[in-house]
Every structure is written in C-alpha cells, then in structure tokens.
Nanobody, 127 residues
Framework: QVQLVESGGGLVHPGGSLRLSCTAH????????FGWFRQAPGKEREFVSA????????DYADSIKGRFTISRDNAKNTVYLQMNGLEPEDTAVYYC????????????????????WGQGTQVTVSS
C-alpha cells in the first residue's frame, strides 16, 4: 500500500521559511516522479513544483519561482520543498503527490498525472 506522509507545515511570518518533507512508503521510490500542489480556501488545487527521478530535472509555478526549491533524497525515500520568502498568498494546504514515471527524468505538472497523494500539511503565513 502506497503511503505519502507530509510534515513541516506550520505558522510563519511573512518573509519566513519552512521546509516541507514527504516520505514515501510502499513504492519503488526511484521510479516515481513527485510533485507538490497546494489548495487555498475557496480555490482550486494548483501546481507548485515537480521533480524527476534523479532530481536533476525540476519545474516550478511562476508564482513561487526563485523562492521555493524542490529536492529529493532517494536513499531516504523523501522529497523536500524548501520555501523561502513566504508571503500571505502562500497560505494553503500543501500536498505531496507521486506518479510512476516510465521515462527517465519525466515529470508531471497536472494533478491528474499523479496517482498517489498525501494527506496534506497546512502552511499559514501571517503577521
């Protein structure tokens, strides 16, 4: 059974930083591309960032480019999202997602390309 467990959310002041973690259980981690999505109250779930097998290929939403960094540690079955320069507009529930990748370094930016999802972790940016 595939399970994605997120952690690292919380309350932070504007300009602050958080690092989200997503540990995968029950998957051949190296064969999966991972993504982060977020959903703010009253809004649709939106793409944040994605990473391929080795971590050498990544993608970011324009709204967070230059502030957030995605990475993965294949030895620990864990994907990270380092978030710097947080703004109130970043407040949302952040979800980790995993999708089987048949092509090396393939990554996905659409939610329907991911089969497995975590339970979400709340990030609140407020003064």
């Amino acid at each position: 059974q595939v399970q994605l467990v997120e952690s690292g959310g919380g309350l932070v002041h504007p300009g602050g930083s958080l690092r989200l973690s997503c540990t995968a259980h029950g998957v051949a981690f190296i064969n999966y591309a991972f993504g982060w999505f977020r959903q703010a109250p009253g809004k649709e779930r939106e793409f944040v960032s994605a990473i391929g097998w080795s971590g050498s290929r990544t993608d970011y939403a324009d709204s967070i480019k230059g502030r957030f960094t995605i990475s993965r540690d294949n030895a620990k079955n864990t994907v990270y999202l380092q978030m710097n320069g947080l703004e109130p507009e970043d407040t949302a529930v952040y979800y980790c997602a995993a999708g089987f990748s048949g092509v090396i370094e393939e990554l996905f930016t659409a939610a329907n390309q991911y089969r497995h999802w975590g339970q979400g972790t709340q990030v609140t940016v407020s003064s």
